[in-house]
């Protein structure tokens, strides 16, 4: 299976080629999105086979010298490589449409196979330099898809800034692994799991991991990146990156602190806890202020990123704590819901791309009354919509829940320092999927209810049927996972296993495909029963209505508070909407402020209200770094101007230093 999979990888590199030579020409496109499709599935196929069956591994004739490179396939692997598998396909799926309307195909087209190829290569590296290469191969061609539309505003500054989070990210990773290489110089993956490094260092390499795996994931305060390059990328691209790379991010936080480390002290979990609730509740705050409509999807990969690491760290506090079935329902939530967000991520992405193609619009200000111009499209994101606010029977609801479960067993824990981080985290993620409703209400309804706010909208055509049909795909898929979650629970039986030493029970075999996460006495959950009800009640109440229901046409005078004036002014905004929140939270968090200026008397002009949001992250960690480096460059520009007798005295000072420090060094 491991042979198979290098071959789709060598074959995503091949169309890598293939589209950098004929990416001007009218067949290139649909031929690079067509291959990457059918790679995809085959990527898919391997990594489902891959979950149940035994590791197998292969030594390549590249990487380090008289070393080699390492490569295998396990459990863990092969779940992530269902991730990518899925999103790949469904992503290139859309593109075979939605990739008609580049500009400039050549900046697409060799660098969409060579992402793919990065993605797959991480999850089945064994080594180090294998890990890290791919890591590195993933960035700089997500990094040139980021700078594709290189023309629009605001797009170079998100590249550059990726970038560099992106190195960070990448040398965090690398400073890890020399940790647990250690001084032997193992960096083949077998080594580090057979090395007991000593505390101080087993904590380092986990606050590396947090770092490099951090960045790249979107934990905050290190996803300033992730709302500037989402929006900047194509639409399949987003998908890509929010659906698929930063899940790729948390395979790399499992893979070293799970399998390689195996850290075994609670603080470990209470940090990874800590770090997942902050981010769950700001991803959403900030959302929440967003009326771009791919930022705000961005800033919803936050959020749910918190819900995984919560997951995670529930995960870690179990294990330290022997509770190994507590763990592994944890890991199983976690791993869930990574599935889960990939896929009505990728959903609500490539409606957005869907909208921008038919309006040219990201702004919801400016759109409104699309679901009579884009019904299909409506749907699609609807559920998607529905599924990540975890409203049952879609598949958001199932990992949310699991998650809730695993808080529910921290009465067992004795450290205190749990005792106050779990339940502080139940509550943040309580908040964050009560604040994603409101969120989402708010897209919906502004982006596809009411009346067009503007002629762009008012103009809308559904999009092609290559859109449509990856779009519909994945909202069936939501569907499905939130009917039959047992036989997901089940499929991730194989990877708690390996990591936690036990699995949740089988949920295939009990009655009415009910999951029962730990026993039947504390909670069970039947998503079917669910389907069934709200199916049944919908149509029941659709029949009632239409049976008995007047026919008769009344017609009253317009209520004044309703629809006198048919301008779309009249309609609630984006801005409006978010408005309570933003007075609640904004304040303390965002340190908004509102300016209300109000006519004088006899002045009919209207009032305005201007409010300003700041972003403390930005300002507090990255602006002042970002003002430091400016200063020290402009100061070390100056160095460029000097005269020949400067340059030889810096040259003569520099060797007196040097031949100082090595005489006091001796």
Same mark, same amino acid.
């Given at each position: 299976?491991?042979?198979?999979?290098?071959?789709?990888?060598?074959?995503?590199?091949?169309?890598?080629?293939? $589209?950098?030579?004929?990416? @001007?020409? @009218?067949?290139?496109?649909?031929?690079?999105?067509?291959?990457?499709?059918?790679?995809?599935?085959?990527?898919?196929?391997?990594?489902?086979?891959?979950?149940?069956?035994?590791?197998?591994?292969?030594?390549?004739?590249?990487?380090?010298?008289?070393?080699? $490179?390492?490569?295998?396939?396990?459990?863990?692997?092969?779940?992530?490589?269902?991730?990518?598998?899925?999103?790949?396909?469904?992503?290139?799926?859309?593109?075979?449409?939605?990739?008609?309307?580049?500009?400039?195909?050549?900046?697409?087209?060799?660098?969409?196979?060579?992402?793919?190829?990065?993605?797959?290569?991480?999850?089945?590296?064994?080594?180090?330099?294998?890990?890290?290469?791919?890591?590195?191969?993933?960035?700089?061609?997500?990094?040139?898809?980021?700078?594709?539309?290189?023309?629009?505003?605001?797009?170079?500054?998100?590249?550059?800034?990726?970038?560099?989070?992106?190195?960070?990210?990448?040398?965090?990773?690398?400073?890890?692994?020399?940790?647990?290489?250690?001084?032997?110089?193992?960096?083949?993956?077998?080594?580090?799991?057979?090395?007991?490094?000593?505390?101080?260092?087993?904590?380092?390499?986990?606050?590396?991991?947090?770092?490099?795996?951090?960045?790249?994931?979107?934990?905050?305060?290190?996803?300033?990146?992730?709302?500037?390059?989402?929006?900047?990328?194509?639409?399949?691209?987003?998908?890509?990156?929010?659906?698929?790379?930063?899940?790729?991010?948390?395979?790399?936080?499992?893979?070293?602190?799970?399998?390689?480390?195996?850290?075994?002290?609670?603080?470990?979990?209470?940090?990874?806890?800590?770090? $997942?609730?902050?981010?769950?509740?700001?991803?959403?705050?900030?959302?929440?202020?967003?009326?771009?409509?791919?930022?705000?999807?961005?800033?919803?990969?936050?959020?749910?990123?918190?819900?995984?690491?919560?997951?995670?760290?529930?995960?870690?506090?179990?294990?330290?704590?022997?509770?190994?079935?507590?763990?592994?329902?944890?890991?199983?939530?976690?791993?869930?819901?990574?599935?889960?967000?990939?896929?009505?991520?990728?959903?609500?992405?490539?409606?957005?791309?869907?909208?921008?193609?038919?309006?040219?619009?990201?702004?919801?200000?400016?759109?409104?009354?699309?679901?009579?111009?884009?019904?299909?499209?409506?749907?699609?994101?609807?559920?998607?919509?529905?599924?990540?606010?975890?409203?049952?029977?879609?598949?958001?609801?199932?990992?949310?829940?699991?998650?809730?479960?695993?808080?529910?067993?921290?009465?067992?824990?004795?450290?205190?320092?749990?005792?106050?981080?779990?339940?502080?985290?139940?509550?943040?993620?309580?908040?964050?999927?009560?604040?994603?409703?409101?969120?989402?209400?708010?897209?919906?309804?502004?982006?596809?209810?009411?009346?067009?706010?503007?002629?762009?909208?008012?103009?809308?055509?559904?999009?092609?049927?290559?859109?449509?049909?990856?779009?519909?795909?994945?909202?069936?898929?939501?569907?499905?996972?939130?009917?039959?979650? $047992?036989?997901?629970?089940?499929?991730?039986?194989?990877?708690?296993?390996?990591?936690?030493?036990?699995?949740?029970?089988?949920?295939?075999?009990?009655?009415?495909?009910?999951?029962?996460?730990?026993?039947?006495?504390?909670?069970?959950?039947?998503?079917?029963?669910?389907?069934?009800?709200?199916?049944?009640?919908?149509?029941?109440?659709?029949?009632?209505?239409?049976?008995?229901?007047?026919?008769?046409?009344?017609?009253?005078?317009?209520?004044?508070?309703?629809?006198?004036?048919?301008?779309?002014?009249?309609?609630?905004?984006?801005?409006?909407?978010?408005?309570?929140?933003?007075?609640?939270?904004?304040?303390?968090?965002?340190?908004?402020?509102?300016?209300?200026?109000?006519?004088?008397?006899?002045?009919?002009?209207?009032?305005?209200?201007?409010?300003?949001?700041?972003?403390?992250?930005?300002?507090?960690?990255?602006?002042?770094?970002?003002?430091?480096?400016?200063?020290?460059?402009?100061?070390?520009?100056?160095?460029?101007?000097?005269?020949?007798?400067?340059?030889?005295?810096?040259?003569?000072?520099?060797?007196?230093?040097?031949?100082?420090?090595?005489?006091?060094?001796?």
């Amino acid at each position: 299976m491991i042979d198979l999979v290098l071959a789709c990888i060598l074959a995503w590199l091949a169309l890598a080629l293939f $589209g950098g030579v004929t990416a @001007r020409f @009218r067949l290139g496109t649909p031929a690079v999105y067509a291959g990457s499709l059918l790679v995809a599935l085959v990527v898919l196929v391997s990594g489902i086979a891959a979950i149940p069956a035994a590791a197998s591994r292969e030594t390549l004739p590249i990487g380090l010298p008289w070393v080699g $490179g390492h490569v295998r396939l396990d459990a863990l692997s092969g779940f992530f490589l269902v991730i990518i598998g899925l999103g790949s396909a469904a992503s290139s799926l859309f593109a075979l449409g939605y990739g008609r309307h580049e500009i400039e195909p050549q900046r697409v087209l060799p660098f969409y196979p060579l992402f793919l190829a990065g993605l797959a290569l991480v999850v089945i590296a064994d080594d180090a330099f294998i890990f890290v290469f791919a890591w590195e191969l993933m960035s700089i061609a997500s990094w040139a898809l980021v700078l594709a539309y290189h023309r629009q505003s605001g797009t170079t500054r998100a590249a550059v800034i990726y970038l560099l989070m992106a190195s960070f990210s990448g040398l965090a990773l690398l400073l890890a692994f020399g940790l647990l290489a250690g001084t032997s110089g193992g960096y083949a993956f077998d080594a580090m799991r057979a090395a007991h490094p000593a505390s101080w260092v087993a904590a380092l390499v986990l606050i590396l991991a947090l770092i490099g795996a951090g960045s790249k994931a979107g934990i905050v305060p290190l996803h300033v990146w992730l709302p500037l390059a989402h929006p900047a990328a194509p639409s399949h691209v987003s998908a890509l990156m929010s659906g698929v790379m930063t899940k790729v991010a948390v395979y790399c936080f499992i893979r070293i602190v799970f399998d390689l480390l195996r850290v075994p002290d609670w603080w470990a979990g209470a940090l990874v806890l800590a770090l $997942g609730g902050i981010t769950a509740v700001l991803g959403v705050l900030y959302a929440l202020m967003e009326h771009d409509l791919k930022r705000l999807l961005a800033y919803h990969t936050v959020e749910n990123i918190g819900i995984i690491f919560i997951g995670l760290g529930l995960a870690l506090a179990f294990g330290a704590n022997g509770l190994h079935a507590a763990a592994a329902l944890a890991l199983t939530a976690a791993l869930f819901h990574v599935f889960n967000h990939a896929v009505f991520k990728s959903v609500l992405f490539f409606g957005s791309g869907a909208v921008l193609t038919a309006t040219g619009e990201r702004d919801m200000e400016k759109l409104g009354g699309l679901i009579h111009r884009m019904p299909q499209t409506a749907f699609c994101f609807l559920v998607g919509c529905a599924a990540i606010s975890a409203l049952p029977p879609l598949n958001g609801f199932v990992s949310e829940w699991l998650t809730f479960q695993a808080i529910l067993l921290h009465p067992d824990l004795p450290q205190w320092g749990l005792k106050v981080t779990i339940p502080a985290d139940g509550a943040s993620l309580a908040l964050a999927a009560a604040l994603a409703a409101a969120c989402f209400v708010k897209v919906f309804g502004v982006s596809f209810l009411g009346r067009p706010r503007g002629t762009a909208a008012a103009q809308a055509r559904e999009v092609d049927r290559f859109s449509l049909a990856a779009m519909f795909v994945l909202a069936a898929i939501c569907l499905l996972a939130g009917i039959f979650p $047992g036989a997901l629970i089940d499929a991730l039986a194989p990877v708690a296993q390996a990591l936690t030493g036990a699995h949740m029970p089988n949920q295939i075999g009990l009655d009415w495909l009910t999951i029962v996460p730990v026993a039947e006495s504390r909670s069970s959950y039947n998503g079917l029963l669910v389907f069934v009800f709200i199916a049944a009640s919908a149509s029941l109440m659709a029949w009632a209505i239409h049976r008995f229901a007047s026919h008769a046409v009344r017609r009253a005078p317009a209520w004044d508070c309703g629809f006198p004036d048919s301008s779309p002014m009249t309609q609630y905004t984006a801005s409006s909407f978010a408005q309570p929140i933003r007075r609640v939270f904004g304040a303390l968090v965002f340190r908004a402020h509102e300016t209300v200026t109000m006519p004088p008397p006899g002045d009919a002009s209207p009032a305005r209200i201007e409010k300003s949001i700041s972003d403390p992250i930005w300002n507090t960690f990255y602006a002042p770094i970002a003002s430091a480096v400016t200063r020290a460059a402009d100061l070390l520009n100056h160095l460029q101007f000097l005269t020949i007798r400067r340059y030889l005295g810096f040259v003569f000072a520099a060797l007196v230093l040097l031949l100082l420090a090595l005489a006091v060094w001796q």
